[in-house]
């Protein structure tokens, strides 16, 4: 709510927001063919700090979803109020691979 396209829609509707979007994409279509953009393979790899960091983050992930498979296993994961038990289970894996996600890509 607030964006741009939301005040469009909200304002002066469905189709004044598709003709926003339809000439948005072709403003930066034709800005791509006039000024060009590209990148090497070489521009897509992480140098070796940031390697480091993602293969921390993602070993640290790992080791939390193997607890919770560990407490899941023994019967000892809580479940979350309004959640079965595995519902809590996907839900609290969920959240540590996101928060991996995120970490490994700041």
Do not use: C
Not at 30 to 40: E, H
């Amino acid at each position: 709510s607030g964006s741009l396209i939301h005040v469009i829609w909200e304002e002066v509707g469905p189709d004044a927001a598709r003709k926003f979007l339809g000439h948005t994409q072709w403003l930066v279509n034709y800005w791509l063919l006039q000024q060009g953009f590209s990148i090497g393979i070489g521009d897509t790899i992480a140098d070796a700090a940031t390697m480091e960091t993602i293969n921390e983050t993602i070993s640290k992930a790992k080791a939390e979803v193997n607890q919770l498979i560990q407490l899941a296993h023994q019967k000892a994961l809580e479940a979350e109020p309004g959640r079965t038990m595995m519902e809590s289970f996907e839900n609290r894996v969920n959240q540590v691979l996101n928060k991996a996600r995120d970490d490994a890509g700041s």
